[in-house]
C-alpha cells in the first residue's frame, strides 16, 4: 500500500492550496481516509476525515469552514481544499488510510494503519 501526498508549498496568508493523495495497492474505495498535520515539535493532530462513501466528513474546529476533505474513488485519490490559510496552518499534511478496519470515522492517529511521506505547507504572514 502506498499513499503519496501532493500539492504542498509556500502561500501567503489568506491564499489557497489543494492537497492531493494518491493511493495505491489497495481497494481504496473501502477505506476512511484522513488528513493529519504536524508542526515542528509538535504533535501530528487530525485536520480533516471522510468516510469511504464520500457521505460523511469531520473536520478539527480549527479549520472548519476554511478546509474541504473531499474524494473520487475512480482516481484513488482524496483532496483536501485548504482557503483561507493562516501562519498557524503551516506544517507538514499527511493522508492516511484506516485500511477499511473502522466503521466510523476518527480523528485518533493510532487508528489509521497506512500513512504518506507527506508534504510541506508553509504560510506566510
Known amino acids: 500500500v502506498q499513499l503519496v501526498e501532493s500539492g504542498g508549498g509556500l502561500v501567503q496568508a489568506g491564499g489557497s492550496l489543494r492537497l492531493s493523495c494518491a493511493v495505491s495497492?489497495?481497494?481504496?474505495?473501502?477505506?476512511?481516509m484522513g488528513w493529519f498535520r504536524q508542526a515542528p515539535g509538535k504533535e501530528r493532530d487530525f485536520v480533516a476525515a471522510i468516510s469511504w462513501s464520500g457521505g460523511s466528513t469531520d473536520y478539527a474546529d480549527s479549520v472548519k469552514g476554511r478546509f474541504t476533505i473531499s474524494r473520487d474513488n475512480a482516481k484513488n485519490a482524496v483532496y483536501l481544499q485548504m482557503n483561507s490559510l493562516k501562519p498557524e496552518d503551516t506544517a507538514v499534511y499527511y493522508c492516511?488510510?484506516?485500511?477499511?478496519?473502522?466503521?466510523?470515522?476518527?480523528?485518533?492517529?493510532?487508528?489509521?494503519?497506512?500513512w504518506g511521506q507527506g508534504t510541506q505547507v508553509t504560510v506566510s504572514s
Open positions: 495497492g489497495r481497494t481504496f474505495s473501502n477505506d476512511h
Open positions: 492516511a488510510t484506516d485500511f477499511g478496519r473502522w466503521s466510523s470515522l476518527s480523528r485518533v492517529k493510532d487508528e489509521y494503519t497506512y
